[in-house]
Every structure is written in C-alpha cells, then in structure tokens.
C-alpha cells in the first residue's frame, strides 16, 4: 500500500479518549489528532516517541489527521490503523503474495454470513468453491510474541463461531492475522486477556478453521505485508 503523500513524522505526546491522541510536530506545533483503534494499544506506544501521522485534507473535518503509526516500548513500528487491514490483505492476494489464498477468480467484502448476523471481511469465489476470510489486526507483543486480542473482544469469539460453522459444513474458512508489527515474530490467542476467545479459537481449529498470519513491513511511503509467520496454537 503506497502512502501518497508518506506519513509525517511527530512526537506522540498521549493518547486518550480512546480516539483522540497529541501529537508534537518537529516545527513544534502541537495539535490533536484522530486516533482509529477502538483497542486498548497495549504495548503499541509510549509518550514522547516517534509517531507518524496521515492528513486528509479535509479542513471540515473535526481532527483531518490520522494516527497511522507509533513507536513501541521495544523500539519497534506498530501500525494502529485498524482501518488498513482489511486493504492490506486484500491487496497481498491481488499481488500474489499470500501464497496460500491464490486461485479464485472473484474477491468481494463485507458479505453477509452465518447465523449471528456477521459481515465476512473478504468472500473469495472460484472454481474450488468459496473461501471465508475474517481479518484480524494485531499489534500487541510481548517480546516476539504476537498477541489477539489486546482487549476483551466478544465480536471476535463471535466471528470465530461463525467460521466454525463454515468449516463444519466443508466451507474454506480462515482467521487472518495482519500483523502491523515490526518486532512480532509469532502469534497466538492473547489467553490471559480473553480467556473466551482462545477457547473459541482453540475449537475453530479443531473444525477446521485455518489459520494465517503476515507481518507487515511499514514505513512512511509504504505498509505491505511482506511475510508469512508462525501461527503458535
């Protein structure tokens, strides 16, 4: 995903709110931005670090700019923006890069699903049948280890039984892991913050549910994911 223009680069002075954050322009200009997590960002920042940050454009907007990128306590880059993910899965299917999702013809989002009135993220369609995928985005490590959710995520356990159901009915159905992570190495269910999810993820598995995960490269012109890492159940 190109970023045109690139990402302008701040200090990140607090996050709050939930989707407010201040940020410290190198001019020394400080302002409010727009911040589009609605999780906790465990892990993901700490103040007076480096962020970088989108401009819409739009002067009607309330805050115009974006919290796209933040600095972790590690010194690694975590992309906050939820809003990318689902862009950038689909984009890694269209280029060819996740291997493992190639060979259908049609790909649609946001399709309704299942028996708990859910959305599949991405509908891909071809001659071998349909393949559900859900996309999930993580940013929360501990050390190398990729952790979801960073909060108690009663949707995700949701979107888990769902794909379960699919995978019961011999339907391909797969929890993506978009990983807008420098540091994260592995991932796997954040068991002590939703005991729940895990649960839900760990019979998802047994029925058949695939698991994949990517970790992004990210910098200020560009987010793409670039490789594929472990899944640790």
Not at 58 to 85: C, D, I, Q, W
Not at 141 to 149: I, Q, S, V, W
Request: aromatic content about 6%; charged content about 25%; overall charge negative.
């Amino acid at each position: 995903m190109k970023l045109n223009p690139p990402l302008q680069q701040a200090t990140l002075m607090r996050r709050y709110k939930r989707f407010l954050a201040d940020i410290e322009t190198p001019s020394g200009e400080t302002f409010t931005i727009h911040c589009p997590n609605t999780g906790s960002m465990k892990n993901c920042w700490v103040e007076n670090t480096p962020c970088w940050y989108s401009d819409s454009g739009n002067p009607k907007r309330k805050y115009r700019h974006t919290l796209e990128v933040t600095t972790t306590p590690e010194g690694a880059l975590a992309g906050v923006n939820t809003g990318r993910a689902n862009a950038l899965v689909e984009e890694a299917i269209t280029n060819g890069i996740i291997t493992e999702l190639q060979g259908y013809d049609e790909l649609r989002r946001e399709v309704r699903y299942g028996d708990e009135n859910s959305r599949i993220d991405l509908l891909l369609s071809g001659p071998q049948g349909d393949c559900y995928v859900e996309v999930k985005n993580v940013t929360l490590a501990e050390g190398g280890r990729g952790l979801f959710p960073d909060a108690v995520s009663s949707r995700g356990a949701k979107h888990l039984r769902e794909l379960q159901k699919l995978a019961g009915n011999g339907v391909r159905a797969v929890l993506f892991y978009c990983v807008q992570h420098t540091g994260i190495e592995t991932v796997e269910a954040a068991r002590e913050i939703d005991p729940e999810y895990a649960q839900t993820l760990d019979a998802a598995v047994a029925a058949g549910v695939e698991v994949i995960a990517y970790r992004a490269s990210i910098s200020a012109e560009e987010i793409v994911l670039a490789e594929a890492i472990s899944f640790a159940k």
